[in-house]
């Protein structure tokens, strides 16, 4: 029986080690979680609904920040042509964007790390299937085999989701086979399977569990990378419907405004997915740096 | 080597085999072309004919193998939207995106390269930590929001440089650059920056994690207790060491540089291959995208050909391995 009580403070203990003593990446954390919480909670503190069109009011279109709207509202950072506010524009767009990202990445660090285990001990010709498709999607950048899938099948979030999860898998898939190889030339294994337990209950109850640490430690790299990646397509028009915009689709509506000096429509979604990518990635390289023991082993001297 | 070689050629020509065959079903079989080529008043009698006359009536190998071989005899097809052949239209732009890419490269290289050294050596250094800052900043920023930041900046506040086209282009073996005129420089500016900041960054950080994993060896411990000056370890035991990754990641991102150059010359209007890929992609004039699609692979499988003999080259142990 596991022990879940001791191992949620193994964890909590771990989670202290890696951020007590570094505050930018606690502002990171802090950071993101606020981002999380506002994407979630959007529909309900958001001062006006974006997707809503009959209640758009054209009069209220291009206010620049801190003005009144007609009615009686103060739009805080502006108003975009449509008479949309930004702020809600852009809380709505945050929970579009996290959600596409955490979808994709879940998504695709699942498939990666079943296949990768399955590489690791079916060997033979499935391993070999496995780590060519890996090495072909690694040889390739993900911007391109998004914009190739999209070319094919057309935009949308669904269309979106699946291009970045072509994204995902391959390196995640990549990391479960290595680690997993190694674990498997344990002892513990061996005895497991003399005793005759089944190879899939091997690979879920002590490969998985045991091999899945290195890819852990990507998945904050690979949600910044998403949302990176995201926030482009949409930007470039062949991500995210128009009615439905994502941070990247609001710059891109903005952008057209900028060089008359309406700066708030791009400016704020902007600042908005820079702070979103980069809360993530300071948390992400104190998790490496953390994980990565050449870099442990220089504190030490 | 030369078996390492062979093993790689034939490995590499495999890759693109694959690749071809994965556009060919991507773009012949999920659309339908007749639908997209056929007008509103034709009858069933016209779509068959049409089908009959673009091959598409033949078993789907046979139609690989038509639609392979053309490509092999350069045979790209006529775009839909701009009606000349294909190849020329990419031929054409394809020096726009060289230009930029290859000056981009150079700033991120030669910018990278020593920052990442200083901040791998001086590590925890006020300078190696401001360093970290800024990379940090510059690969969170998304390429896009740089480049509208970077127009606002320079183009619409300062009005030091244009922030879009080519500008004057002057020729050279037949070929039109932009980097031989002053106009055409100062067009080349901000995007090549724009393609250079993720770069500079990049290389940053892979020198210093290169440069912090060697420093600890025992051979640089052993340089060191030998007496050997700073500046003669740096450079002969440290950079050659780094330049492994590095190598391997710089043939990478070279065409990493083309792809990103999508996005880059779509915000700057610079007339490359990306924005030509983009605008089909757009107009959905697909004999473009394809090609583009087609050659842009062989164009990776031909640059990871090259670094894995480079690395080859550079490490003697892969080239030993079984």
Redesign the interface.
């Given at each position: 029986m596991i022990d879940y009580k001791k191992k949620l403070d193994t964890l909590s203990l771990q989670i202290k080690s890696i951020f007590s003593g570094h505050p930018i990446a606690i502002a990171g954390l802090i950071g993101f979680i606020i981002f999380v919480l506002t994407a979630l909670l959007a529909p309900w503190i958001a001062p006006q609904n974006p997707y809503d069109l009959m209640i758009l009011d054209i009069m209220d279109g291009l206010l620049p920040p801190l003005s009144k709207l007609g009615n009686g509202n103060t739009a805080w950072l502006g108003t975009d042509a449509l008479g949309r506010d930004i702020l809600s524009a852009v809380m709505y767009g945050l929970r579009l964007s996290l959600f596409v990202a955490f979808v994709a990445v879940s998504i695709g660090t699942t498939i990666g790390v079943i296949l990768g285990l399955l590489a690791a001990t079916k060997g033979g010709w499935v391993e070999s299937v496995i780590m060519r498709a890996v090495?072909?999607k690694v040889?390739?950048?993900g911007?391109?085999l998004a914009?190739?899938m999209?070319?094919?099948?057309g935009t949308g979030v669904d269309k979106i989701i699946y291009a970045l999860i072509i994204g995902v898998w391959a390196s995640k898939a990549r990391l479960t086979r290595s680690s997993a190889l190694q674990e498997m030339q344990k002892e513990y294994i061996d005895a497991a399977r003399i005793s005759g337990i089944p190879s899939w209950r091997i690979m879920m109850k002590f490969l998985l569990p045991n091999s899945i640490a290195p890819v852990l430690v990507m998945v904050p790299m690979a949600l910044?990378g998403a949302i990176?990646a995201e926030?482009?397509l949409s930007?470039?028009?062949?991500g995210v419907p128009i009615t439905e915009p994502s941070l990247?689709l609001l710059?891109a509506n903005g952008?057209d405004y900028?060089?008359s000096g309406k700066?708030w429509i791009?400016i704020f979604p902007?600042i908005i997915?820079?702070l979103l990518?980069?809360c993530i990635?300071?948390v992400a390289?104190r998790v490496r740096e953390f994980n990565n023991p050449?870099?442990k082993?220089?504190d030490r001297? | 080597m030369i078996s390492y070689i062979t093993k790689r050629l034939w490995q590499s020509g495999l890759l693109a085999f694959i690749m071809s065959l994965i556009v060919f079903l991507g773009m012949y079989v999920v659309g339908d072309p007749v639908e997209m080529l056929s007008e509103e008043d034709w009858t069933e009698q016209d779509k068959i004919e049409l089908a009959i006359e673009l091959g598409l009536d033949k078993p789907l190998h046979e139609q690989y193998l038509n639609f392979a071989g053309d490509i092999i005899q350069g045979d790209f097809g006529v775009s839909f939207v701009h009606n000349r052949p294909v190849l020329d239209l990419i031929v054409e732009r394809l020096p726009a995106t060289l230009e930029i890419a290859v000056l981009a490269m150079v700033i991120g290289l030669s910018i990278g390269i020593p920052l990442g050294i200083y901040s791998g050596i001086k590590n925890n250094s006020r300078g190696s930590r401001i360093i970290s800052f800024f990379s940090t900043i510059g690969y969170s920023t998304p390429n896009f929001w740089q480049a509208i930041l970077l127009i606002m900046v320079f183009a619409v506040f300062l009005k030091w440089l244009p922030a879009s086209g080519r500008g004057l282009t002057n020729s050279m073996f037949g070929i039109e650059w932009a980097w031989l005129s002053l106009d055409g420089l100062k067009h080349m500016t901000l995007p090549a920056i724009n393609l250079a900041i993720y770069k500079i960054c990049m290389q940053q950080r892979l020198a210093k994690s290169g440069t912090q994993e060697i420093l600890y060896q025992e051979y640089m411990t052993f340089a060191r207790a030998k007496g050997i000056t700073r500046n003669r370890i740096i450079r002969r035991h440290l950079l050659r060491n780094i330049l492994i990754p590095i190598v391997t990641i710089t043939g990478l991102e070279v065409g990493g540089l083309i792809a990103f150059s999508t996005v880059t010359e779509t915000i700057f209007s610079w007339p490359g291959i990306g924005k030509l890929l983009l605008d089909s992609i757009h107009m959905v004039d697909r004999p473009v995208v394809v090609a583009y699609l087609i050659l842009i692979t062989l164009m990776f499988v031909f640059i990871n050909f090259i670094v894995d003999v480079m690395y080859a080259f550079l490490d003697p142990r892969i080239r030993h391995q079984k």
């Open positions: 090495d072909l040889s390739f950048p911007i391109l914009l190739m999209l070319a094919i099948f910044s990176g926030a482009t930007f470039l028009g062949v990247g710059i952008n900028l060089l700066w791009s902007g997915l820079v990518v980069l990635n300071v390289d050449y870099l082993h220089q001297q | -």
